[in-house]
């Protein structure tokens, strides 16, 4: 068969035809099988705290899991903004849910602490959930997935307005998380003030356009009560881990001189709204949103960096296997055209080494020529020096023979004087 009657037969969308059972089949257990499946592998869910230090972030935790969750205080001198995540391995009746906390330590203590460790941190989460997900023997069943489900973020209950770092960072982590914005320490700022507080955080959030999640209205069973909740938002929470006797029940509290604020008492803060809708309503939704939304457009981004797309310009659709094999050739050729340019700047180096060492020849040669020009002069000279000596000394000799010679005539003269000195006397 051709390969176009192939990809034809592949393309073409099955019909789909409504019909009637005559009798019980059974795949009306499907949901059942997926809940047991769940319950078997577990779940993980991931929760980031941003807020500045000692702002309540780990009392609140401890609270909304009513546990106590082994935590340290930070510091106010902390270098720069640090990414602390804890996991722990809860249980509650037969569910096992494995819990990450992550404290962003150290942020908002001064003006430097910027906001870039967090957004890396997030990054490099989905960056490891990709790198599963792209290998060849992906264990995606019992990987621990560490992307952040969502970002609390804790807001200082000054009942002015957002600081502007507030803006900023929920802007720069909108598109990846889901942010729920809450006031912290919610028992410190009157009723009042509070309601005019929220009203004011969620105007400048919406004229800045920082995206908050908004628990979702699409789904019947929780519609309603989601959309009531969206209108709560930000929640403002108190937490405490001290219990205080209240009638005969002993309930979470903050004790105060003047009374008691109750932590899940509706008429004194939102913290049983934030743990409903964050843990009982919405969780499934927080990590579906976290993995179709954020990390979708985490990998869709990541995967355009890398040169692959769905479409080329005249939107034909692309296959991953021709972008693969488009990008293998271009890379081929490019490791082609590298490798040319390396062999033409080798045979220039070489050249260029040639010219030189023919040069420090030539130059050497010069000098040799040079020396023996000098040497050959001296000799010259020495042999000119040598000759004029040697007639010097020929010429001495003569002198010398000649100067002997006229002695030994004087002396015979001399001894040739008595002898006729005698003859004449005797004459
Ligand atoms: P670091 O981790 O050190 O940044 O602090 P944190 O944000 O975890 O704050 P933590 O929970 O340690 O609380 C700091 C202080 O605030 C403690 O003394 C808490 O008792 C107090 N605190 C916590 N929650 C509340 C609250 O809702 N209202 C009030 N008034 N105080 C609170
Ligand atoms: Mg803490």
Known sequence: MAATDLERISNVEPESRSLSLGGHVGFDSLPDQLVSKSVTQGFSFNILCVGETGIGKSTLMNTLFNTT??????????????????TYDLQESNVHLKLTIVDAVGFGDQIN?????IVDYIDAQFENYLQEELKIRRSLFDYHDTRIHVCLYFITPTGHSLKSLDLVTMKKLDSKVNIIPIIAKADTISKSELHKFKIKIMGELVSNGVQIYQFPTDDEAVAEINAVMNAHLPFAVVGSTEEVKVGNKLVRARQYPWGVVQVENENHCDFVKLREMLIRVNMEDLREQTHSRHYELYRRCKLEEMGFQDSDGDSQPFSLQETYEAKRKEFLSELQRKEEEMRQMFVNKVKETELELKEKERELHEKFEHLKRIHQEEKR???????ELEEETKAFNCRKAAMEALQSQAMHATSQQPLRKDKDKKN
């Open 381 to 387: 000279k020495v042999e000119e020096k040598r000759r």
């Open 69 to 86: 969750f082994e935590t340290e205080e930070a510091s106010h001198h902390e270098e720069c903004v640090r990414l602390r995540p804890q």
């Open 113 to 117: 602490k910027d906001d870039r460790p």
